[in-house]
């Protein structure tokens, strides 16, 4: 099954680079804090009650998400319509981990749960980018 690509005028309008603009950022800034979080845990790698087994994974799953909508996003920019679904569903997807993450009393440091809260209010605004009117509609059948 072939990908569908979205027509260029339509995604050279200014308005929709704005938007998107917008979003990779917000991706980018959800990126660089899982990087970050990820070298702090490093660094703190000989502190077994702040970086914990559940810390690294989380961590590691954070960048690697991170990463995956970095390309999503990039992709979908291009007019990549499964590229759209996938970020669109992935930011989701996260918010909703985070969310629990966040909730979850115990489970994680609490380090951790603030950097995660952080990066659930990023993709958040990636969530109300990429499933607002305008985006959407770019990719509309």
């Not at 660094?43 to 994974?57: N, Q």
Request: glycine share 6%; hydrophobic share 55%.
């Amino acid at each position: 099954m072939a990908t569908r690509v979205i027509a260029e005028e339509r995604l050279n309008d200014e308005s929709v680079q704005q938007a998107f603009r917008g979003t990779k950022r917000l991706v980018g800034y959800y990126v660089g804090l899982s990087v970050l979080t990820l070298i702090a845990l490093i660094l703190l790698r000989d502190h077994p009650d702040i970086a914990t087994d559940a810390a690294w994974v989380r961590c590691i799953i954070v960048v690697a998400t991170s990463l995956l909508m970095t390309s999503f996003v990039t992709r979908a920019s291009r007019g990549h319509s499964k590229s759209f679904l996938r970020l669109r569903l992935a930011s989701g997807i996260m918010v909703v981990a985070i969310a629990i993450i966040v909730a979850l009393p115990g489970a994680f440091p609490v380090w951790l749960r603030i950097e995660q809260a952080v990066c659930g209010l990023i993709l958040l605004g990636v969530v109300a980018k990429a499933n607002g009117k305008l985006l959407r509609s770019v990719f509309a059948k």
